[in-house]
Nanobody
Framework: VQLVESGGGLVQAGGSLRLSCAAS????????MGWFRQAPGKEREFVAA????????AYADSVKGRFTISRDNAKNTVYLQMNSLKPDDTAVYYC???????????????WGQGTQVTVSS
């Protein structure tokens, strides 16, 4: 599975961004997807995950109510809508693929190259 993220950039605090992750190499509807992020000097952490049919989602407490994960299986793409962004959300954001929905980072088999999100105060 090949994953390519896009949509990162620089935004002011309180603003919004939508990240996209395009997948190829495997039938998209057979894989669950997740978003992770890594801030400078910190470990990579879980952000959100979505099941194969989009019926189940999971979020880190730090983004609940602000971020929304969704997917379009016809377009082989998963999205992360990020609203009310804070400077603490500044990080490289990665999408990842796994057979089943999980919040556990080491369970994911495939990773994208990441996209930078910078939130200014």
């Amino acid at each position: 599975v090949q994953l390519v993220e896009s949509g990162g950039g620089l935004v002011q605090a309180g603003g919004s961004l939508r990240l996209s992750c395009a997948a190829s190499g495997r039938t998209f509807s057979t894989i669950a997807m997740g978003w992770f992020r890594q801030a400078p000097g910190k470990e990579r952490e879980f952000v959100a995950a979505i099941s194969r049919n989009g019926g189940n989602t999971a979020y880190a407490d730090s983004v609940k109510g602000r971020f929304t994960i969704s997917r379009d299986n016809a377009k082989n793409t998963v999205y992360l809508q990020m609203n009310s962004l804070k400077p603490d959300d500044t990080a490289v954001y990665y999408c990842a693929a796994n057979r089943l929905i999980t919040t556990i980072q080491r369970a994911y088999d495939y990773w994208g190259q990441g996209t930078q999100v910078t939130v200014s105060s």
